[in-house]
């Protein structure tokens, strides 16, 4: 059973940090590809970053360079570092998780969802 429950999320002003946790349930963590999303309201729920079970991590344009995610293995835990936040971040974050396909060149197949996080620039 897959559990993925964000926190951290809130109200900051623009050029302002916030790092979210996604808190990961049993094996999930070592074996699953895993990322964040986000969703504004009117618009589709896009990727913001995913990171593999080998460490390596990928991110939007959007985000890259202000952006950083990871993992805190002592505490299974997946985090978001956000600095230099911009109005345009504003969204419902999601943490997520899934296999990793080698097909089409390897991608995450997200399968598992958490509950999401307001995040409000």
């Known amino acids: 059973h897959v559990q993925l429950v964000e926190s951290g999320g809130g109200s900051v002003q623009a050029g302002g940090s916030l790092r979210l946790s996604c808190a990961v349930s049993?094996?999930?963590?070592?074996?699953?590809?895993m990322g964040w999303f986000r969703q504004a309201p009117g618009k589709e729920r896009e990727g913001v970053a995913t990171i593999r079970t080998d460490g390596r991590t990928s991110y939007t344009d959007a985000v890259k360079g202000r952006f950083t995610t990871g993992k805190d293995n002592a505490k299974n835990t997946l985090y978001l570092q956000m600095n230099s936040l911009k109005p345009e971040d504003t969204a419902m974050y999601y943490c997520?998780?899934?296999?990793?396909?080698?097909?089409?060149?390897?991608?995450?197949?997200?399968?598992?969802w958490g509950q999401g996080t307001q995040v409000t620039v």
């Open positions: 049993g094996d999930t963590y070592s074996r699953y590809c």
């Open positions: 997520a998780a899934g296999p990793f396909r080698l097909s089409s060149g390897g991608y995450c197949d997200i399968g598992y």
